[in-house]
Protein backbone atom coordinates (compact mmCIF):
# COMPACT_ATOMS: atom_id res chain seq x y z
CA UNK A 1 0.00 0.00 0.00
CA UNK A 2 0.87 4.00 -0.28
CA UNK A 3 3.32 4.87 2.19
CA UNK A 4 4.34 9.08 2.73
CA UNK A 5 7.34 10.23 4.60
CA UNK A 6 7.11 13.56 5.96
CA UNK A 7 9.85 15.98 6.47
CA UNK A 8 11.23 18.21 8.63
CA UNK A 9 9.15 16.95 11.73
CA UNK A 10 9.39 20.64 13.20
CA UNK A 11 10.21 23.74 11.60
CA UNK A 12 11.01 27.12 13.34
CA UNK A 13 11.35 30.28 11.59
CA UNK A 14 11.17 34.24 11.63
CA UNK A 15 7.81 35.71 10.65
CA UNK A 16 8.22 37.15 6.65
CA UNK A 17 10.65 34.37 6.37
CA UNK A 18 9.58 30.95 3.82
CA UNK A 19 8.70 27.58 4.99
CA UNK A 20 9.19 24.40 3.31
CA UNK A 21 7.73 20.78 3.73
CA UNK A 22 8.46 18.35 1.99
CA UNK A 23 6.69 14.70 1.42
CA UNK A 24 7.72 11.33 -0.46
CA UNK A 25 4.90 8.47 -1.70
CA UNK A 26 5.60 5.39 -2.70
CA UNK A 27 3.00 4.66 -4.93
CA UNK A 28 3.53 5.42 -8.54
CA UNK A 29 -0.41 5.49 -9.02
CA UNK A 30 -0.88 8.05 -6.37
CA UNK A 31 -2.59 11.29 -8.38
CA UNK A 32 -3.82 13.55 -5.91
CA UNK A 33 -2.10 14.95 -2.94
CA UNK A 34 -3.13 17.55 -0.25
CA UNK A 35 -2.19 19.80 2.12
CA UNK A 36 -3.78 20.14 5.42
CA UNK A 37 -3.19 22.65 8.29
CA UNK A 38 -4.50 21.36 11.54
CA UNK A 39 -4.68 23.49 14.96
CA UNK A 40 -4.54 22.16 18.43
CA UNK A 41 -7.78 20.18 19.47
CA UNK A 42 -9.46 20.79 15.16
CA UNK A 43 -9.98 19.41 12.01
CA UNK A 44 -7.45 19.43 9.45
CA UNK A 45 -8.59 22.07 7.10
CA UNK A 46 -7.41 21.65 3.00
CA UNK A 47 -5.30 24.31 2.47
CA UNK A 48 -4.41 24.03 -1.21
CA UNK A 49 -4.48 20.52 -3.11
CA UNK A 50 -2.50 19.11 -6.57
CA UNK A 51 -3.54 16.60 -8.78
CA UNK A 52 -0.76 14.13 -10.39
CA UNK A 53 -1.39 16.31 -13.86
CA UNK A 54 0.08 19.29 -12.56
CA UNK A 55 3.29 20.03 -11.73
CA UNK A 56 2.60 23.77 -9.50
CA UNK A 57 -0.02 25.45 -7.90
CA UNK A 58 -0.67 28.65 -5.79
CA UNK A 59 -2.51 30.02 -3.87
CA UNK A 60 -1.64 33.56 -2.08
CA UNK A 61 1.53 32.65 -0.11
CA UNK A 62 1.02 29.44 -0.45
CA UNK A 63 2.44 27.07 -3.11
CA UNK A 64 2.51 22.79 -3.75
CA UNK A 65 4.99 21.70 -5.96
CA UNK A 66 4.58 17.53 -7.28
CA UNK A 67 7.28 15.51 -9.31
CA UNK A 68 5.95 12.24 -10.27
CA UNK A 69 9.31 11.17 -11.60
CA UNK A 70 10.73 11.57 -7.98
CA UNK A 71 7.50 10.62 -6.27
CA UNK A 72 7.99 13.95 -4.13
CA UNK A 73 5.79 16.99 -3.54
CA UNK A 74 6.42 19.79 -1.53
CA UNK A 75 4.32 23.03 0.16
CA UNK A 76 5.93 26.18 0.23
CA UNK A 77 4.56 29.08 2.63
CA UNK A 78 5.83 32.20 1.96
CA UNK A 79 5.74 35.57 3.74
CA UNK A 80 5.01 33.37 6.84
CA UNK A 81 3.05 35.00 9.78
CA UNK A 82 2.46 33.61 13.35
CA UNK A 83 -0.78 32.66 12.55
CA UNK A 84 0.84 30.26 9.97
CA UNK A 85 1.91 28.20 13.32
CA UNK A 86 0.07 24.78 13.28
CA UNK A 87 0.73 21.44 12.48
CA UNK A 88 0.74 20.63 8.41
CA UNK A 89 0.10 17.40 6.84
CA UNK A 90 0.61 15.94 3.89
CA UNK A 91 -1.42 13.38 1.98
CA UNK A 92 -1.79 11.11 -0.83
CA UNK A 93 -4.28 9.21 -2.27
CA UNK A 94 -4.58 6.64 -5.59
CA UNK A 95 -6.50 6.71 -8.71
CA UNK A 96 -9.77 5.80 -7.72
CA UNK A 97 -12.12 8.77 -6.45
CA UNK A 98 -13.41 8.04 -3.34
CA UNK A 99 -10.43 6.21 -1.85
CA UNK A 100 -8.63 6.94 1.54
CA UNK A 101 -6.07 9.59 2.00
CA UNK A 102 -2.87 8.23 3.63
CA UNK A 103 -0.88 11.06 5.46
CA UNK A 104 2.54 11.89 6.07
CA UNK A 105 3.27 12.11 10.03
CA UNK A 106 3.36 15.97 9.84
CA UNK A 107 5.37 18.67 10.53
CA UNK A 108 5.01 21.50 13.30
CA UNK A 109 5.55 24.97 11.83
CA UNK A 110 6.29 27.84 14.69
CA UNK A 111 6.41 31.26 13.37
CA UNK A 112 8.15 33.65 15.64
CA UNK A 113 7.37 37.61 15.63
CA UNK B 1 -20.56 24.17 1.33
CA UNK B 2 -18.64 20.94 2.04
CA UNK B 3 -20.02 20.61 5.56
CA UNK B 4 -19.11 17.72 7.88
CA UNK B 5 -20.24 17.73 11.10
CA UNK B 6 -19.50 15.07 14.20
CA UNK B 7 -21.52 14.48 17.42
CA UNK B 8 -20.12 14.16 20.15
CA UNK B 9 -17.66 16.42 20.18
CA UNK B 10 -16.44 14.98 23.45
CA UNK B 11 -17.60 11.78 25.36
CA UNK B 12 -16.39 10.09 28.76
CA UNK B 13 -17.16 6.55 29.45
CA UNK B 14 -16.34 4.10 31.76
CA UNK B 15 -14.37 1.22 30.56
CA UNK B 16 -16.74 -1.66 29.22
CA UNK B 17 -19.31 0.54 28.21
CA UNK B 18 -20.01 1.32 24.10
CA UNK B 19 -19.89 4.39 22.19
CA UNK B 20 -21.56 5.63 19.64
CA UNK B 21 -19.89 8.48 17.74
CA UNK B 22 -22.06 9.84 14.12
CA UNK B 23 -20.74 11.36 11.03
CA UNK B 24 -22.84 13.67 9.02
CA UNK B 25 -22.62 15.36 6.10
CA UNK B 26 -24.94 18.32 6.07
CA UNK B 27 -25.37 19.86 2.46
CA UNK B 28 -23.82 17.15 0.08
CA UNK B 29 -24.05 14.03 -0.58
CA UNK B 30 -21.45 11.33 0.55
CA UNK B 31 -21.28 7.49 -0.61
CA UNK B 32 -17.91 7.10 0.87
CA UNK B 33 -16.80 8.12 4.48
CA UNK B 34 -13.86 7.93 5.71
CA UNK B 35 -12.72 6.77 10.00
CA UNK B 36 -9.74 8.50 11.53
CA UNK B 37 -7.87 7.88 14.96
CA UNK B 38 -5.29 10.36 16.11
CA UNK B 39 -3.57 10.22 18.97
CA UNK B 40 -1.95 12.88 20.49
CA UNK B 41 1.00 14.96 18.52
CA UNK B 42 0.67 12.16 16.23
CA UNK B 43 -0.68 11.75 12.40
CA UNK B 44 -4.35 10.58 11.53
CA UNK B 45 -4.23 6.93 11.17
CA UNK B 46 -7.03 5.12 8.53
CA UNK B 47 -9.29 3.24 10.65
CA UNK B 48 -12.33 2.26 8.20
CA UNK B 49 -13.48 3.26 4.65
CA UNK B 50 -17.57 3.32 4.66
CA UNK B 51 -19.67 2.54 1.85
CA UNK B 52 -22.88 3.72 1.71
CA UNK B 53 -25.10 0.80 1.61
CA UNK B 54 -22.34 -2.08 2.33
CA UNK B 55 -20.05 -3.37 4.83
CA UNK B 56 -16.75 -1.00 5.92
CA UNK B 57 -13.29 -2.08 4.93
CA UNK B 58 -11.16 -1.81 8.17
CA UNK B 59 -7.19 -1.34 7.98
CA UNK B 60 -5.34 -3.99 9.32
CA UNK B 61 -4.90 -4.18 12.96
CA UNK B 62 -8.44 -2.15 13.42
CA UNK B 63 -10.48 -5.05 14.83
CA UNK B 64 -14.22 -4.80 12.90
CA UNK B 65 -15.93 -6.25 16.13
CA UNK B 66 -14.14 -3.56 18.28
CA UNK B 67 -14.88 -0.78 16.46
CA UNK B 68 -18.71 -1.21 14.45
CA UNK B 69 -19.32 1.09 11.77
CA UNK B 70 -22.49 1.74 10.31
CA UNK B 71 -23.12 4.04 6.85
CA UNK B 72 -27.08 3.96 6.40
CA UNK B 73 -27.27 6.61 4.30
CA UNK B 74 -25.64 8.85 2.08
CA UNK B 75 -25.01 12.07 4.88
CA UNK B 76 -24.60 9.71 8.07
CA UNK B 77 -22.25 7.11 9.08
CA UNK B 78 -21.86 6.26 12.87
CA UNK B 79 -18.73 4.47 14.65
CA UNK B 80 -19.45 2.41 17.67
CA UNK B 81 -16.69 1.63 19.98
CA UNK B 82 -17.79 -1.34 22.11
CA UNK B 83 -16.74 -2.55 25.45
CA UNK B 84 -14.25 0.68 25.54
CA UNK B 85 -10.90 0.38 27.34
CA UNK B 86 -8.66 3.18 28.68
CA UNK B 87 -6.41 2.50 25.13
CA UNK B 88 -9.27 3.40 22.94
CA UNK B 89 -8.75 7.14 24.68
CA UNK B 90 -7.93 9.11 21.40
CA UNK B 91 -9.50 11.51 18.93
CA UNK B 92 -11.69 10.04 16.44
CA UNK B 93 -13.09 12.48 13.25
CA UNK B 94 -14.63 11.45 10.21
CA UNK B 95 -14.28 12.70 6.73
CA UNK B 96 -16.35 12.31 3.66
CA UNK B 97 -15.10 12.75 0.00
CA UNK B 98 -16.57 15.41 -1.79
CA UNK B 99 -18.44 15.93 -4.90
CA UNK B 100 -15.27 15.91 -7.00
CA UNK B 101 -14.52 12.41 -4.96
CA UNK B 102 -11.11 13.74 -4.55
CA UNK B 103 -11.22 16.66 -1.56
CA UNK B 104 -12.00 14.75 1.51
CA UNK B 105 -14.02 16.86 4.20
CA UNK B 106 -13.16 16.28 7.49
CA UNK B 107 -15.58 16.72 10.78
CA UNK B 108 -14.53 18.72 14.35
CA UNK B 109 -13.29 15.25 15.79
CA UNK B 110 -14.54 13.38 19.06
CA UNK B 111 -12.43 13.60 22.55
CA UNK B 112 -13.13 9.94 23.48
CA UNK B 113 -11.81 9.19 27.31
CA UNK B 114 -12.39 6.09 28.55
CA UNK B 115 -11.83 6.01 32.82
Known amino acids: GENVEQHPSTLSVQEGDSAVIKCTYSDSASNYFPWYKQELGKRPQLIID?????GEKKDQRIAVTLNKTAKHFSLHITETQPEDSAVYFC????????????FGKGTTLSVSS | GAVVSQHPSWVICKSGTSVKIECRSL??????MFWYRQFPKQSLMLMAT?????????EQGVEKDKFLINHASLTLSTLTVTSAHPEDSSFYIC???????????FGPGTRLTVT
Open chain 1, 91 to 102: AASSPQAGTALI
Open chain 2, 50 to 58: SNEGSKATY
Open chain 1, 50 to 54: IRSNV
Open chain 2, 95 to 105: SASGPSGYEQY
Open chain 2, 27 to 32: DFQATT
